[in-house]
């Protein structure tokens, strides 16, 4: 699954301790869903979206091989 936010978090000067303390995870969790390492619980996906005040759709998209798994 592909993310846009490390470019929303740098389109808002975000760092991703300060967008970790807003969703209520670690840093690493960030860095690992950045680096499409960690796929997010809805919820979590959620939360961020809601940090962006954007749609998760907009934060995250499924790639043909999501689709095989």
């Not at 000067?13 to 209520?24: D, F, H, I």
């Not at 979206?49 to 998209?61: D, P, S």
Request: glycine content about 2%; charged content about 30%; cysteine-free.
């Amino acid at each position: 699954m592909k993310n846009n936010i490390r470019v929303e978090r740098a389109r808002l000067r975000m760092s991703q301790k300060e967008l970790a303390e807003k969703a209520g995870v670690i840093r690493q969790t960030i860095a690992a869903i950045e680096q499409g390492r960690f796929n997010p619980s809805t919820v979590l996906a959620l939360k961020i979206a809601n940090i962006f005040h954007l749609t998760v759709e907009h934060l995250f998209e499924l790639e043909e091989t999501d689709w095989n798994e």
